[in-house]
């Protein structure tokens, strides 16, 4: 039995699918907090609740009695519940303070007694700002995040570490690098700008669009998630094995979707990074992973999805 917690969202949902067309049975947990739009993570649920494997549970993970009925039985959580989003996170620091930190300290509290792992997802914005030179960045070296959310995932590992030591309860924190594809939140680069180019209406592009990403496929992330299950402890970088400039990726939409994207420049925001790339030498090394999708199928995959869902209410801005 496995629990997946943010199990609406867009990894967590596709996590949850995942290990239900493995053949496990899956608890999972979300608050449909209205960060974006609920029509979106529900229609993320809609595909999880027809397998007869799949048990959801409507509770936020600042909620412990609510989560602690399920988790009995469970010998692996994979917490993926989190507040999101660098820029929101300015505007309410505490939200993301108490949800990603007293929420996974809830997590592994409960989890201390019989659950064999905690594989809790991470973010590769800790780094803060690291120089084009020094990239690509490995497991090692020190954290400097720029906001509040970055703080918060900087808190959250170190949580886990602590239960690890403390209380010999295997955890694996994944540090995703930007990742896009199916279901991504409508808050993200990729989903606005595929669904305003689809619509014909203008992208913004903070800056001068040369800043680097390691974008990384949802599938590729998901993988590691699963390989988790079995090997690995620690601290490990989750990305593609490359880095590629914002206009690039941005040139291979406009021949996915066969038209040019109407770009426009703004002022960047002052906690976003210039450049991030994942050295994934420890998580090729220790859990096996292999990134397998090329950006440009990944992209064509993201805007298939997004093209079949462009009448949604993205809450876009």
Request: glycine share 6%; proline share 3%; net charge positive.
């Amino acid at each position: 039995m496995y629990m997946v917690t943010g199990c609406a969202g867009f990894i967590g949902s596709s996590l949850a699918e995942r290990l239900l067309y493995d053949g496990h049975s899956v608890i999972g947990v979300d608050n449909f907090d209205p960060y974006y739009p609920i029509s979106l993570k529900k229609e993320n649920i809609k595909r999880l609740d027809g397998n007869r494997n799949f048990t959801f549970v409507n509770a936020s993970i600042l909620d412990k009695s609510s989560i602690s009925r399920y988790i009995k039985d469970v010998k692996i959580v994979f917490h993926q519940a989190a507040m999101a989003g660098v820029r929101n996170s300015i505007r309410f620091p505490s939200k993301y303070f108490s949800v990603n930190v007293q929420g996974t300290a809830n997590i592994l509290e409960l989890a201390m007694k019989n659950v064999d792992k905690v594989i809790a997802a991470s973010s590769s914005s800790i780094y803060g700002e690291v120089k084009k030179e020094e990239l690509p960045v490995s497991e090692d070296r020190e954290p400097n995040p720029k906001s509040p959310y970055a703080l918060s995932k900087m808190h959250a590992e170190k949580i886990c570490g602590v239960f690890t030591r403390l209380y010999g309860l295997k955890t694996v924190c994944l540090r995703y690098f930007t990742v896009y594809g199916p279901r991504q939140r409508p808050d993200e680069a990729f989903t606005k700008f595929l669904i305003k180019s689809i619509k014909n209406e203008e992208i913004q592009i903070y800056g001068d669009g040369k800043q680097t990403r390691d974008f990384t496929f949802v599938a590729d992330v998901v993988n590691a998630n699963v390989l988790a299950i079995k090997k690995g402890q620690g601290i490990y970088n989750i990305g593609s094995d490359r880095s590629i400039e914002l206009n690039e990726a941005l040139d291979i939409m406009e021949d996915v979707l066969g038209k040019k994207i109407r770009r426009v420049n703004v002022e960047r925001n002052k906690a976003d990074i210039s450049y991030t790339w994942a050295d994934i030498t420890k998580a090729k090394k220790e859990l096996r992973y292999s990134p397998k999708t090329d950006i440009r199928d990944g992209i064509r995959e993201h805007f298939e999805w997004c093209k079949k869902h462009q009448k949604m209410d993205f809450g876009l801005y």
